[in-house]
């Protein structure tokens, strides 16, 4: 029986391939395995995480640790080039666009070995991005690009990609989404820590915001971290705002003295089903995150995206996503048209629908001969 590694280097990464072995298990017709990197290690990752996603723990871990993201990938091309020496698999699968995704990939093509790129085409343009740079190398060299949204399939076209190559499929990451949407529905959320204040700020008439910040454009820059600032404790005045806060962008906001003001209440980093039990009951989301701006738009959740440039585009011609930007200004009108009524109306886009990796490896299995 054909054999695919499926690569993760992180928790969102774990996301994005749960759906996908979910319907390997389903095909029956290929063989996996899960290979983790240890780009990021989370002691959280332990059994109940795996078993919320409804999927088995890694078969291997790599153990790859931090560094440089020169060092980092450099750690993980070994570690998984001697993965592949052992036991060859039939192709390899990296979603996303970390150090993991672009250091497997590349180790895979000097084997010989096919590689499957989910998340393919997705651009901002934005050079300065480390994934930017990861995205475009691993389409550079890959064998079949499973795409989320048109932009990517229009990028992967002008980039002379061959049709047969390239597939439109939909989200995983939805596909997730919904999944762990339903299991929210069965799951007593009084324990999570965030439960008390979501029950005081969403009781009659009462609402409130939900804020996230981690790119290092926006939080490694004392002038942008003080602008945005500016704009959210303005934004806060009108609608509180709970913000589970990445460590480095708690500790640049001690570093540069941003003050939020008393209406914007810092948290820890959330698990993903509290999250989301967090986000999606929100007046409004805003963010910097890509994949925020994609699940906000799944589940119809306003949301202004603090960045000049997004590579998920979809979210903001069809979704509910807005991209404002770091100008102060504009941030406070596009937050005063939600609060307003004024919010803007989107869609769930094509395909976004909860069986994009159903799609995903019927094509594999094509592909491989594995029928």
Known sequence: MKSVYLVAGARPNFMKIAPIVRAMQAHGGMAFKI???GQHYDRAMNGIFFDELGIPAPDL???AGGGSHAQQTAKIMVAFEELCLAQRPAAVLVVGDVNSTLACTI???KFA???AHVEAGLRSGDMTMPEEINRRVTDSISDWFFVTEPSGVAHLRREGKPESAIHYVGHVMVDNLLYQSKKLEQVDSSGFETSAYKAVHSGEGARYGVLTLHRPSNVDDAMTMARLGAALRQIADRL???FPVHPRTRANLRRFGVDL???ITLVGPLGYMEFLNLWKDAALVLTDSGGLQEETTALGVACITLRDNTERPVTVDEGSNVLAGTDPAT???????????EAKQGRRPQLWDGNAAVRIVEVLAAHLGAA
């Open 61 to 63: 871990f790599m153990a």
């Open 35 to 37: 290979i983790h990197t």
């Open 331 to 341: 941030i406070l009108k596009q937050a005063l048209k939600v609060l307003g009524g």
């Open 261 to 263: 003001g008393p209406h």
């Open 107 to 109: 180790v895979a093509k």
């Open 113 to 115: 070995i096919p590689v």
């Open 240 to 242: 509180p705002l709970i």
